[in-house]
T-cell receptor, first 111, second 113 residues
Framework: KAGVTQTPRYLIKTRGQQVTLSCSPI?????VSWYQQTPGQGLQFLFE???????NKGNFPGRFSGRQFSNSRSEMNVSTLELGDSALYLC??????????FGPGTRLTVL | LAKTTQPISMDSYEGQEVNITCSHN???????ITWYQQFPSQGPRFIIQ???TKVTNEVASLFIPADRKSSTLSLPRVSLSDTAVYYC??????????????FGKGTHLIIQP
């Protein structure tokens, strides 16, 4: 069974731009969660989608948004990028809450 | 979600058994204990999960005392490739994934030859 895939793997943007990241979960998994990882803050939960609905949301500003499609694929969007948004963005899919399967991440650099 | 405390870093040598202890004094009745492993620039990988006593799988063992206020991840006969960050998480195992997984700082395990 194929794992979680994320595209692109690397991305460079400038301040003020917007970016869209994509995640394809493991087949059959309907829950998709997004995390941001930085050296200073560690791994932080952004939001979770289940059956096309946002079910939970972390403590991030409204510039961070997401959506999930009927095939469970998910996208995350960050608008008006700031330097502090440079991070590894991880997507995870799961059948149950705790055992989540993470993708390789998208490394976003904001210049 | 219950807060966890684990050592920032640990060192060991190839072939040794490594035990990483995590404290979770405020664990709730329906909380499970889960450990993840993360290599640089990769997503975390699920290692093991338990509720009480002892759980063992092909890569690790998890020891949980009766009061469940702590847990110990045991890695038998480590190798250089076990160098990674290990996260201890506590939360219920509902399908909702409420609040997402709360990752602390983790334990940076360094294995030397």
């Amino acid at each position: 069974k194929a794992g979680v895939t994320q595209t692109p793997r690397y991305l460079i943007k400038t301040r003020g731009q917007q970016v869209t990241l994509s995640c394809s979960p493991i087949s059959g998994h309907r829950s998709v969660s997004w995390y941001q990882q930085t050296p200073g803050q560690g791994l932080q939960f952004l939001f979770e989608y289940f059956s096309e609905t946002q079910r939970n949301k972390g403590n991030f500003p409204g510039r961070f948004s997401g959506r999930q499609f009927s095939n469970s694929r998910s996208e995350m969007n960050v608008s008006t990028l700031e330097l502090g948004d440079s991070a590894l963005y991880l997507c995870a899919s799961s059948l149950t809450g705790n055992e989540q399967f993470f993708g390789p991440g998208t490394r976003l650099t904001v210049l | 979600l219950a807060k966890t405390t684990q050592p920032i870093s640990m060192d060991s040598y190839e072939g040794q058994e490594v035990n990483i202890t995590c404290s979770h004094n405020n664990i709730a009745t329906n909380d499970y204990i889960t450990w993840y492993q993360q290599f640089p620039s990769q997503g975390p990988r699920f290692i093991i999960q338990g509720y009480k006593t002892k759980v063992t799988n092909e890569v690790a063992s998890l020891f949980i005392p009766a009061d469940r206020k702590s847990s110990t991840l045991s890695l038998p006969r480590v190798s250089l490739s076990d160098t990674a960050v290990y996260y201890c998480l506590v939360g219920d195992d509902s399908g909702g994934g409420a609040d997402g997984l709360t990752f602390g700082k983790g334990t940076h395990l360094i294995i030397q030859p």
